[in-house]
Every structure is written in structure tokens, then in C-alpha cells.
């Protein structure tokens, strides 16, 4: 294997076909990231389910899904960002994204996440060897000592809530959420497709379902003004770079999200960059994860994402460095991608009605409950819902309901 990138220079044709499956995949996670409510692992999990069967080179197709996986992290910001603006009078419980739409800096909010995406990849492929190195030789305390570390998490979060009464939601959002997860990870279900079990009616009841359902009581989204970045060149760099390290804790840790990972890298960047700050670190840790997990398959043999999943169920070759070059392809591709997409389909969905549009994608989620979860799945949508619906009254952070994935975890180890 080790005369791969030989024979990829000596062979101009195989790099163009590895360029057209890098560019497929792209395409792949343009498309899928553009979709409301589609998770990252479950659409991941429906690519292992046929990804076998795709004819051509394992490694090529390997690539493929790598690049697709990519591409969504840089996407799905879009329609989290387009869909379930809430009323201006409710803008102190919107996430930031939405915030910063109502302030008409939708273009600029894009922009921000598409950096801190870009920036994440550039500095986790040299930062991805010493930090699996060293993450690999602490890899034996880590899992020895799991439950205190998450326990840790949980206390640091509640922690830095700003109010009593936020931290009293946060505590209330972590235990029903906890608690909705030991009921129902673990449900058989009769789906039409299986990929990824519980997680499509968990997270979309949890994170989506409440912001669009205060989103039907909105006035849409204003007209978006000007795509000039007002945060600091330096600062957008110190925030992507921290929050592709926190790439790294998501990639090897399980129960850790990149909200969680986000909150956490923000109190260690010097400045107050508010809810610019918050999405470059977010973007850059979602997609520095994407490497992470790469590098955790290799180091650790064991697949944290559902990308990773779906690619090990090809039995690729682990050729690093083609494999590395086609993440950062696809990440250049992503970068150009949600811009000229982002401003589009924020222009697209300002000239809608949008309360409609809040149905209809309340009515996807219940769509893809279904699909992913059977009856069952739509049952567990609702109750989720209700259970999401707790940090926005309490005006507590959402990131209090990764308890769902969290205290399973903790539980396991009683």
C-alpha cells in the first residue's frame, strides 16, 4: 500500500477518477446537509447500508464518504440557520445563528461558519498526528476514568450558566433528557430504514422541533444587509484553532457534542466574541471532528462517527495521506459551497411564508422519525419535543440535552 501515491502520480487517470469520487461525494453532502433534520450519522448510516454495492475501488468510494461527511458539516449549517427564526421578541431564546438572521447578518453568520469550518481543517491535518499520539497514550485513563470526566462536563456546564434559574433549567434539561435516553436508545424498531436507530426522533424532537415550533409564530426572516465579517481576523483564527483542538476531544470521547465542545473552547479565548465566536467554534468543531475520527479508526481501531462507521464497513484500505488530501479538497469545496448555497437559500426562504415553511419541516421531522424509527419513532418525537421545549422557557442553554447521549453513558457504568 505504502506505493499508493506513487502510483497515483505515475497514473494521471486514477487521480482524475479519485477527483470525480471526491466531487461526487461533495455533491453528496451538499445535498444531504441542505436537508432539515437529516442527522450527520444517520445519513452517514444509510450510506454504509448500500455503500458495499457501489461499484469501484474501496478506497475511492472510501474517499467519497469522507468528502461527503465533510461537506455536510459545512452545509447543514444552512438550514439550521434559514429555518425556525423566531419572532424578535423572542430573540433572547433563538440560537445564535437565528440571532444573528434577526439582526440581518444572516450572510455574515454564513461566512463565520464557513471559516471556522475552512480554518478547523487546515490546522487539524498537522495537529492530527502528536494529538492521536498523545490522546492514544492517554486513550487507557480516559476509558478507565469516563464517568468522572463526563460527570465533570455535566457540573462545568450547569456551572456556567449565567442565572440560578438557568442553571435550574440546565440541571432539569440534563436529567429529562437523560432520562428520555435510557427509555428509548435501546427500542426495537419495525423502520422502513434502519440507520442509526432512536438518534433521527431523539435529536430532532430535542433540537429542532422546539425552535420550530416557536418559529411558526415569527414574521420570517428580515432582509439580510451587508456579508462583511465584523469579528477580528485574529480572532476568527485563535477561535476555528481552538475549536478544531476541541475537534479532537469530540473525535475520541464519546457524549461529547460540538455545542459542548464549543461552550467549553469559548471560555479559554481571550475576547468576548458572543454568537460570532460561538459559531466559528461550533463549525470548527463539527468538521475538525470529521479528521479526528479519521485518525481515532486508526490509532484506537474504533469508529466515533457514523462516517467512520460507514466507512469502515467497506474494508478501505487506511491509506492516510490520500485519504487526508481528500478531506482537504472536500473542505475547499465545502467552503465554496455554503456561501454561494447559503446566501441563496436564505434569500429563497426570506421570500416565503414562513410560518409554512415551520409546518412543513415540522412535518419532514415527523417524515423522517418514521422512516429512520418506525411508529415508535414518532411517539419518541413528540415526548422529545416536550422535553426540548424545557431549556428554551428556563432560558437555559439547549447543549443541556446532549443528557440524552450522556447519561446512558454514565448509567452503563453503575
Known amino acids: ?43 452517514a448510516l444509510l450510506l454504509a447500508g448500500f455503500a458495499p454495492s457501489v461499484p469501484g475501488p474501496p478506497l475511492f468510494v472510501g474517499c467519497a464518504m469522507l468528502a461527503a461527511g465533510v461537506v455536510h458539516t459545512f452545509l447543514n449549517v444552512v438550514p439550521a440557520m434559514a429555518l425556525g427564526v423566531p419572532d424578535a421578541e423572542m430573540a433572547v431564546t433563538a440560537l445564535p445563528g437565528h440571532r444573528m438572521v434577526l439582526e440581518g447578518r444572516g ?51 450547569i456551572a456556567s450558566e449565567h442565572t440560578w434559574r438557568a442553571r435550574v433549567g440546565g440541571l432539569l434539561s440534563f436529567a429529562l433528557a437523560a432520562g428520555l435516553g435510557l427509555l428509548t436508545l435501546d427500542l426495537s424498531t419495525d423502520a422502513p430504514l434502519e440507520a ?32 462583511t465579517i465584523t469579528m477580528s481576523g485574529p480572532l476568527v483564527t485563535l477561535t476555528a484553532l481552538a475549536g478544531a483542538l476541541a475537534g479532537a476531544i469530540v473525535g475520541y470521547i464519546p457524549g461529547i457534542s460540538a455545542a459542548i465542545a464549543a461552550v467549553a473552547v469559548l471560555a479559554f479565548v481571550p475576547g468576548h466574541s458572543g454568537d460570532r465566536g460561538y459559531i466559528v467554534a461550533t463549525s470548527g468543531v463539527d468538521t475538525a471532528n470529521t479528521i479526528f475520527a479519521l485518525f481515532a479508526l486508526v490509532a484506537i481501531g474504533q469508529p466515533r462517527t457514523g ?31 455554503v456561501i454561494v448555497v447559503g446566501d441563496a437559500y436564505l434569500e429563497t426562504v426570506g421570500r416565503m411564508e414562513y410560518w409554512k415553511i415551520s409546518v412543513a419541516v415540522l412535518g419532514l421531522l415527523l417524515a423522517l422519525s418514521y422512516l429512520f424509527t418506525g411508529g415508535i419513532g414518532i411517539a419518541v418525537f413528540v415526548v422529545a419535543a416536550g422535553v426540548g421545549m424545557v431549556p428554551v422557557r428556563l432560558r437555559a442553554r439547549r447543549v443541556h440535552l446532549m443528557g440524552v447521549l450522556i447519561g446512558p453513558l454514565l448509567f452503563s457504568f453503575s
Do not use: K
Open 107 to 157: 450572510y455574515e453568520a454564513i461566512r463565520l461558519s464557513a471559516l471556522g469550518s475552512i480554518l478547523a481543517v487546515l490546522a487539524a491535518v498537522p495537529l492530527a498526528v502528536p494529538i492521536t499520539w498523545g490522546v492514544t497514550a492517554a486513550y487507557p485513563t480516559i476509558r478507565d476514568h469516563l464517568a468522572l470526566l463526563l460527570a465533570m462536563v455535566i457540573v462545568g456546564l
Open 307 to 337: 462516517v467512520m462507521v460507514a466507512f469502515e464497513s467497506l474494508n478501505a484500505p487506511l491509506e492516510v495521506p490520500i485519504l487526508l488530501a481528500g478531506v482537504v479538497l472536500a473542505g475547499l469545496l465545502g467552503f465554496v459551497l
Open 1 to 43: 500500500m505504502a506505493t499508493a501515491p506513487v502510483e497515483f502520480v505515475a497514473e494521471p487517470s486514477l487521480t482524475l477518477q479519485l477527483l470525480a469520487w471526491i466531487g461526487a461525494g461533495a455533491t453528496l453532502g451538499c445535498c444531504s446537509g441542505l436537508v432539515p433534520g437529516l442527522h450527520a450519522n444517520n445519513f
Open 196 to 227: 442509526g436507530g432512536m438518534l433521527a426522533p431523539l435529536f430532532a424532537g430535542l433540537f429542532g422541533a422546539p425552535v420550530l415550533i416557536d418559529a411558526i409564530r415569527g414574521s420570517g426572516i428580515p432582509p439580510q444587509r451587508a456579508d
